[in-house]
């Protein structure tokens, strides 16, 4: 697998609205945390080195 | 009953009014990993003389889990049942978020080897079995409060300056190896630096005596009740001693902490009662550091004074213990006129690679018990919150991932076709064999395995023919109907054939070895 850099969300406004509603009245803390945890969860879907090592590449660039 | 801490005898030694002859091997310190140093070249037909400068075992436990490895290794050294008949033999690891069990291991699921996943026995019984040993070895020269004040090398001896209650003398010898321990005065003798990194966090270790039934597991949390927002571990040892830490942030006044009336009420909620002996309380900060080389001309550094490890993992004494494996037979060889000494560069590839698994181990299990503020504090929370919604985070929860011995990266015939357990750099399997076990009839010397159906390969090396078990098949044959394995005295798969291997390419591969190429 490659990183998939094209768009790929069936519906991209209704998931950015989505994730900011799972922020809603969160402290800067809380949202680190959920952050954390939604990062991790989706690291572990992925699974493949690869495709993360691509990820983290492409995030810090 | 604390233990108790006889101190051995000193006698003048000869040099001091007689110049001696050159000794073969200096070995300065008589901690665990001096000492099974002497024993294990003592092994090989080798001896030493062995210099501390104190005349007691280790004062507090210090090192309490001994692995199965360590234990295979005290075994030819001559103290394996007894350390397994008085150790607390354990396997089990559970780690525990707030009070939920979060992340279980067993270090040894499967059966059919000698030796258990690990024992708890203090530091100081494991000092007082091997000085026992070392005592009654002829091939043994130990000496107490002879302090090692300087070293001189040239490029084909070694020159140490010894301090004694009666006043110095000097001795000569081939090599000395420093077991001298973390805070190596060798290591400052000649120079060397000690790099590495520091852990910017306090954790009270103490040893209690109390009667109590808890069992054998190592138990481990983060941020329990009893000890909120920091990490807490709970380990049994022999004669009713547990061993307790408790993390207390890098704020914390380490004279303070040390104090009974601190002390006690810390360790009366863990326990739930206040019925317990302090045997020994002490305020650690944690460090992972490597010398960059551990031969250096004429002086070999081995165990701590080499490498320093956080005690998460048990990968201090244990890896000690490995260099010493590695280290006896290639020493004794070129002692011995066996070898080139360029064997003893492997030693010192062997067991940096060894040593940077270690340290890799040992930091990330620090890092997680200490995370820094901001996103490692985060990420380690969340990654224990998961662990209680989902299975896949329990994989990440790190309270120490406990000492295995590497596989070492040799590049001996292999064929990958047989089993990963016994691939060359791998030590070879135990399995049983009748009432007895494989792993006592391997080591001291270079030897063949042939097992199934193959005949004795005819190269001057000793053939051992294991009788065949599910064991032996599993872990020596896989798939295959026979094979044939070349192990090293440190009981180290060094190369493997399916079936039936050319006689010349078992004897250039053990060329290749003791000519340190391998
Ligand atoms: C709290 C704690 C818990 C630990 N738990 C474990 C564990 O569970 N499992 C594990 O495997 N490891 C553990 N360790 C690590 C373990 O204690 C060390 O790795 C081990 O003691 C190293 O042995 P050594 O022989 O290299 O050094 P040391 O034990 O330090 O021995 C060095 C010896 O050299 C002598 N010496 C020093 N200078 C001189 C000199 N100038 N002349 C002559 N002699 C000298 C000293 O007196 C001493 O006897 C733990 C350590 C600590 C602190």
Redesign the interface.
């Given at each position: 697998m490659t990183l998939i850099t094209e768009p790929n969300l069936p519906d991209p406004d209704g998931f950015y609205a989505r994730l900011l509603a799972a922020h809603k009245g969160l402290s800067p803390?809380q949202s680190?945390?959920l952050?954390?945890?939604l990062?991790?969860?989706l690291c572990?879907h992925i699974g493949d080195p690869a495709v993360i090592e691509a990820a983290l590449a492409l995030a810090r660039k | 009953m604390p233990y108790d801490y006889r101190p051995y005898p000193y006698t003048p030694p000869k040099g001091l009014t007689t110049p001696e002859d050159p000794h073969k091997v200096i070995i300065v310190g008589a901690g665990p990993v001096g000492l099974a140093m002497a024993l294990e070249l003592a092994n090989h037909g080798t001896a030493s003389v062995i210099l501390d400068d104190n005349n007691v075992v280790s004062v507090g436990s210090r090192a309490i889990c001994w692995s199965k490895r360590s234990l295979e290794i005290f075994d030819r050294l001559g103290i394996g049942a007894k350390a397994v008949e008085k150790g607390v033999t354990w396997k089990v690891g559970r780690t525990y978020h707030r009070d939920t069990e979060v992340f279980t291991v067993d270090l040894l699921p499967e059966d059919g080897h000698k030796m258990p996943a690990f024992i708890n026995l203090q530091q100081y019984y494991v000092e007082e079995y091997l000085i026992e040993q070392a005592l009654a070895n002829p091939l043994i020269d130990l000496r107490f409060k002879n302090e090692v004040i300087a070293i001189d090398q040239t490029e084909d001896t070694a020159h140490v300056s010894i301090r004694t209650p009666d006043g110095d003398y000097g001795l000569r010898a081939a090599y000395v190896l420093a077991c001298d321990g973390a805070r190596s005065p060798v290591r400052a003798m000649l120079g060397l630096d000690f790099e590495g990194e520091l852990f910017e966090e306090r954790f009270l270790i103490a040893d209690i005596e109390m009667q109590a039934d808890y069992p054998p597991d190592r138990r481990f949390w983060f941020a329990p009740p009893f000890h909120p927002g920091q990490s807490a571990l709970l380990h049994k040892q022999p004669d009713n001693i547990y061993r307790i830490d408790l993390q207390l942030g890098w704020d914390a006044d380490p004279e303070a902490e040390k104090k009974p009336e601190k002390v006690r009420p810390r360790i009366a909620r863990l326990v739930g009662h206040d019925d317990f002996r302090l045997d020994w309380v002490s305020i650690y900060t944690f460090q992972c550091r490597r010398l960059a080389r551990f031969v250096h001309g004429r002086t070999i550094f081995v165990g701590d004074s080499a490498h320093l490890v956080s005690p998460f993992g048990a990968r201090g004494g244990n890896a000690g213990l490995q260099d010493v494996d590695n280290l006896g037979w290639k020493l004794a060889a070129v002692l011995q006129g066996r070898a080139a000494p360029s064997l003893l560069d492997t030693y010192e590839t062997e067991r940096s690679f060894a040593t940077d698994e270690n340290i890799r181990h040992s930091s990330q299990s620090t890092r997680f018990i200490t995370p820094a503020e901001g996103?490692e504090t985060?990420?380690r929370?969340?990654?224990l919150?998961?662990a209680a919604k989902?299975p896949?985070?329990r994989k990440?929860v790190n309270s120490g991932r406990l000492s295995t011995p590497c596989t070492y990266p040799l590049n001996g015939p292999d064929d990958a076709r047989l089993p990963a357990a016994s691939a060359p750099g791998r030590v070879a399997p135990d399995a049983p064999q009748g009432k007895g076990w494989l792993i006592d009839r391997l080591g001291r010397e270079m030897q063949l395995l042939a097992v199934g159906d193959v005949d004795d390969p005819d190269v001057g090396l000793p053939v051992l023919r294991p009788k065949m078990n599910d064991h032996i098949r599993a872990r020596y044959l896989g798939d295959m109907a026979a094979a044939t394995y070349l192990i090293r005295p440190d009981q180290v798969v060094a190369a493997r054939w399916a079936g039936q291997p050319d006689p010349g390419t078992i004897t250039s591969t053990i060329t290749t070895i003791l000519e340190g190429r391998a």
């Open positions: 803390d680190q945390a952050n954390a945890e990062i991790l969860i572990n | 996103v985060a990420f929370n969340a990654v919150s998961l989902a896949f985070a990440l």
